[in-house]
């Protein structure tokens, strides 16, 4: 329902009633099958005093803080989004004028830096479901970094991020031409992260807003180790910090 282009990026309050009427009753009835089965496991694991001195004041918290939400200065969000895309489009073109390769496409990237270099492969059998690792292979040589010592992704194949790339800007110190290519690479990541996280989710998600403020959705077990997290449009507690090198997004929320 929420994917459907009517009401696309708006959030659940924002939807007219009868749209979400089974989904809100049927979240509701299983909510409480979920409490009643595990209401008598947090008593007897003592965890209803945690639950009632922690818990649901933070979560009432949680609460004031998505209603208040962020106001947007939209001007500075605009002039944001001006500001990347003349950086983002010459690093696009000299990219693929030096690689042949299209910068924002990681497997491209890949078949340039790595070969068609894959460590392993996982293969699932379609009638058990079984998966299997099997040895990869390298398709063709000539690939300009040694793909073999490479951080890899899940499916065996070197993959294209900022600890790749690190890896790769210190094995490649004495090549200019790896050196340039990965400051490209890393520069226009950099921009395009602030160009479509900050600007384009947020403008996209103003239209549905009643007061033209943002709610990030906080969540209070999003992390590991406990912290919050938030995100849609994006996650408020971690904006890029100031540098000489991009503008202060921070200047765009109150």
Not at 55 to 83: C, N, Q, W, Y
Not at 166 to 176: F, I, L, N, Q, S
Not at 195 to 209: E, G, K, L, M, N
């Amino acid at each position: 329902l929420l994917n459907e282009r009517t009401y696309r990026d708006a959030q659940m309050n924002e939807l007219p009633a009868y749209a979400v009427l089974d989904y809100a009753c049927e979240d509701a009835f299983w909510a409480n099958q979920l409490a009643t089965r595990f209401w008598p496991e947090m008593q007897r694991m003592n965890y209803v005093q945690q639950w009632d001195a922690l818990e649901m004041p933070i979560l009432k918290i949680i609460r004031d803080m998505h209603d208040t939400g962020l106001i947007v200065d939209e001007s500075k969000v605009h002039a944001i989004k001006e500001f990347c895309r003349p950086v983002m489009e010459p690093l696009v073109e000299e990219f693929k004028e030096l690689t042949g390769a299209d910068i924002t496409s990681s497997q491209q990237c890949g078949y340039f830096f790595f070969g068609a270099y894959q460590k392993y492969k996982v293969e699932k059998d379609p009638e058990t479901g079984a998966t299997t690792v099997a040895p990869g292979r390298l398709v063709y040589p000539g690939a300009m970094w040694p793909a073999e010592d490479a951080p890899m992704t899940k499916g065996g194949v070197p993959a294209i991020n900022y600890e790749s790339l690190m890896w790769a800007k210190h094995v490649t110190k004495d090549d200019p031409l790896s050196q340039k290519l990965i400051a490209m690479k890393l520069r226009y990541a950099e921009v395009a992260k602030l160009a479509t996280t900050y600007t384009d989710s947020v403008t996209a998600q103003i239209p549905f807003s009643p007061d033209g403020r943002v709610r990030p959705r906080y969540n209070q077990t999003g992390t590991n180790t406990g912290r919050f997290s938030s995100s849609n449009p994006f996650n408020a507690q971690n904006f890029p910090k100031k540098s000489d090198n991009l503008p202060d997004i921070r200047e765009a929320f109150t």
